[in-house]
């Protein structure tokens, strides 16, 4: 089965209600957008207007593979944009910023596609399934693009107060899947950390600018360089993270509670999740009434079966609810509490009849229509319904798919660079022997062995156990300074709580030792 093969494909509307205010100063506009995140959409217009981080408030995140529509609320400012990508519609005013709260559900409209004529079957049966039992109301695959695209869990960073492997993992480093002018423009941070006042080559680097004026001013405070991300990206990070601790906690509540018969897995990007096909009536009224605690310091418990559950998924992670603390920012950058229910029943579910599939020919397509409250994900509805057809996609089947946009974007590229030298026009080339100096670069820099660990392999290798993904964190020392000149020791503590106490043990050991060789030297002075 395949989803999303066009923006129509996926659809999604959102049902909304807010307090229209005729003086309010928050300009409320129905925006209308495909293949674009909601980050992403928000980010142009805030750069197409000259907006301040935090002028655009929305109340959720809508997926980028589809057609989305979703209020947003602009402060103190008209705008307007009618692309064929991104348009507005502008509906009135209120006096406040929008929040999860003026949402109140989202239908969706899904044209499920390369389904086998014998479909039909058990989809209504896996129908019926849902409709009795629900759908387990996990966080699915798009929540956890960071492991999808390389970066890890960028809040385990934070946990441990490495902020400059975070900032690392932010911005230095490119995806596989990314061909866009971001991925090259995070390829050269790779390949010039530490080097702040180096010149990008690249556009698309003004997201970056307020960080790197930070790290400019400030070459070791990487603290304050990550606090320039926008805060609504920054909440997010942790929110990730939290959303693969619940997934992993409901997921062993589940264990507790059924069989092993009624339960069965499905692979998603972080990992495997577990659905019920059936429970008891006791347990089901449990489950029907169930929450499960988004985790934070202050979580405390009433049911033991969610506190063993929790103390199991902690106890993974080499954590203790405590240890879900950022030290350095704990005012703006701190995990929140909250109950979210268990399970979700699609309402207003409506199966299509079966049609010829114009995209894969010799299978079949069908529309699935229903409405969820807001934070559920229709792709979990999907994948449940169609289970017994789906299966996740690989890196290399991504890949696979994109190539011959690539190439396409290759040979346009190529034809215009043609174009460039036969008119006499500025080749946009870099300059001679960069490339060569870059790699040279890049071979000092990196420490022994590190082209054959940062192969192919090694990121695949990466790629099966997506969930404790490393930090390809390189310090500052490292990048800068060639093989013979690096200190056995870096001149001043970076980043990392751990760190900072292991190199002020060093620098106190230090001391005694050239204290005791200038004694040592003393007397022969005095002979002399």
């Known amino acids: 089965m395949r989803i999303k093969q066009k923006p129509e494909d996926f659809s999604v509307k959102e049902s909304y209600r807010f307090d ?4 309010g100063r928050h300009r409320v506009y129905l925006m209308d957008k495909q293949k674009l995140s909601t980050f992403d959409a928000v980010t142009r217009l805030r750069d197409a207007f000259g907006l301040k981080p935090g002028a655009i408030s929305y109340c959720g995140l809508k997926d980028k593979q589809g057609r989305t529509e979703q209020i947003i609320a602009v402060d103190g400012a008209d705008v307007d944009m009618q692309e064929p990508d991104l348009r507005l519609k502008y509906l009135g005013r209120t006096d ?10 989202n239908r969706f409209s899904v044209t499920v596609r390369s389904l086998s004529p014998e479909s039909l079957g058990p989809l209504n049966v ?14 699915d695959s798009q929540r956890f693009g960071s492991l999808k695209h390389g970066q890890g869990f960028i809040a385990k960073d934070l946990i441990r107060g490495d902020f400059e492997a975070a900032l690392h993992n932010y ?22 950390w530490g080097r702040w006042n180096a010149r990008v080559p690249f556009e698309g680097t003004r997201k970056y600018h307020r960080i790197l004026k930070s790290l400019r001013d400030d070459p070791k405070d990487f603290v304050k360089a990550f606090m320039q991300i926008d805060s609504d990206y920054r909440a997010m990070l942790l929110f990730t993270y939290q959303s693969y601790l619940w997934n992993e906690g409901v997921r062993r509540y589940l264990q507790l509670l059924l069989p092993r018969e009624h339960l069965f897995p499905m692979r998603y990007q972080a990992g495997t999740l577990l659905f019920h096909r059936d429970a008891s009536p006791e347990v089901l009224r449990t489950l029907r009434d169930a929450t499960f605690p988004l985790l934070a310091p202050d979580t405390t418990f009433t049911d033991p079966k969610v506190e063993e559950a929790v103390t199991w998924v902690l106890g993974r992670e080499k954590l203790k609810l405590e240890d879900l603390r950022i030290e350095e920012e704990p005012r703006r950058l701190f995990f929140k509490h909250e109950e979210r229910p268990l399970l979700v029943f699609p309402h207003k579910l409506v199966i299509g009849r079966t049609q010829p599939d ?17 934070g559920a994900y229709a792709t979990l509805v999907i994948k449940r319904l169609f289970h017994f057809e789906y299966a996740e996609d690989s890196v290399e089947t991504i890949r696979a798919q994109q190539r011959p946009r690539f190439v396409e974007a290759e040979q346009a590229a190529e034809r215009e660079e043609r174009e460039d030298r036969g008119s006499g026009g500025a080749r946009r080339r870099a300059p001679a022997g960069r490339e060569e100096r870059s790699a040279e670069g890049a ?15 090694d990121r695949g290798a990466r790629e099966d156990r997506a969930p404790e993904v490393p930090s390809r964190h390189r310090s500052l020392a490292r990048q800068a300074a060639p093989e013979a000149q690096r200190p056995e020791a870096p001149a001043e503590p970076v980043g990392f709580r751990e760190r900072q106490r292991q190199r002020k043990a060093a620098k106190e050991i230090a001391r005694t030792e050239t204290a005791a060789r200038r004694a040592a030297k003393a007397p022969k002075s005095r002979k002399k």
């Open 171 to 192: 911005m230095a480093a490119p995806s596989e899947l990314d061909r866009t002018e971001d991925a090259k423009v995070k390829a050269f941070w790779r390949e010039n």
């Open 358 to 374: 114009e995209l894969n020919r010799g299978n079949v397509k069908v529309n699935v229509a229903f409405t969820l409250p807001p």
């Open 443 to 457: 071979r000092r820099r990196a420490p022994p062995g590190r082209e054959e660990r940062g192969g192919r392999e």
């Open 20 to 23: 229209e205010v005729a003086s």
């Open 126 to 139: 896996a129908t019926a399934e849902v409709n009795r039992l629900g759908v387990v109301n996990y966080f």
């Open 96 to 105: 406040k910023p929008l929040s999860a709260a003026n949402i109140t559900s």
